[in-house]
């Protein structure tokens, strides 16, 4: 069974950072894709950043230059987060092994909230 957890959302001031934690059970990160997601209040889930098999890492032209996808030990992503605006609010999604263009695993999401 494989599990994914999200850790270090919280609350931020605009221009702060954080760094959030996915951490697998089950599963070694290593040689496969993995990306973080979030999704704001009334809006789509949208992809923030990527790492693919070939460990190349794609960024949402919204994020980019002030967030950073790293993998830490094999079991473990991160995201660090910088330069945080009220727009970054949101339900942030760790998901890893993509198959037939879908993800999957997801964990249950951790929420940042960026307040002015």
């Known amino acids: 069974q494989v599990h994914l957890a999200e850790s270090g959302g919280g609350l931020v001031q605009a221009g702060g950072s954080l760094r959030l934690s996915c951490t697998a059970n089950g599963l070694s990160f290593r040689g496969y894709a993995m990306a973080w997601y979030r999704q704001a209040p009334g809006k789509e889930r949208e992809e923030v950043s990527r790492?693919?098999?070939?460990?190349?890492v794609f960024y949402s032209s919204s994020v980019k230059g002030r967030f950073t996808i790293y993998q830490g030990n094999s079991n473990t992503l991160y995201l660090q987060m910088n330069s945080l605006s009220i727009e970054d609010t949101a339900m942030y999604y760790c998901a890893a092994y993509r198959r037939n263009n879908d993800w999957q695993y997801w964990g249950q999401g951790t929420q940042v909230t960026v307040s002015s």
């Open positions: 790492i693919n098999v070939a460990g190349e």
